[in-house]
Nanobody
């Protein structure tokens, strides 16, 4: 059974930091690309950051220089370090694993963790 458990969200003030974690089980973590997405109220879910199984990273422009995605293959966990948070970062954050095997895509989502940035 595949499980992705997101955690680390909360209520912070502008300029503060949070670190999200995505603990996985049931997948071969080191073979998966990992991503963080977010969905704000009334908006579509958007891609925030990705990290490939090889460690290459990519970010949406709005978070470049503030957010850092990482992974620990020994712990089967992905992270999103979020610094200098802004009110517009408020959203539910979801992690996702992705792997392509024998021409088939395997995508799994975590349950989401709420991040609220407000003074």
């Amino acid at each position: 059974q595949v499980q992705l458990v997101g955690s680390g969200g909360g209520l912070v003030q502008p300029g503060e930091s949070l670190r999200l974690s995505c603990a996985t089980s049931g997948i071969i973590f080191r073979l998966n690309d990992m991503g963080w997405y977010r969905q704000a109220p009334g908006k579509e879910r958007e891609l925030v950051a990705t990290i490939t199984r090889g460690g290459d990273t990519n970010y949406v422009d709005s978070v470049k220089g503030r957010f850092t995605i990482s992974r620990d293959n020994a712990k089967n966990t992905a992270y999103l370090q979020m610094n200098s948070l802004k009110p517009e970062d408020t959203a539910v954050y979801y992690c996702k694993s992705h792997r392509t095997s024998l021409g088939r895509d395997y995508d799994y989502w975590g349950q989401g963790t709420q991040v609220t940035v407000s003074s």
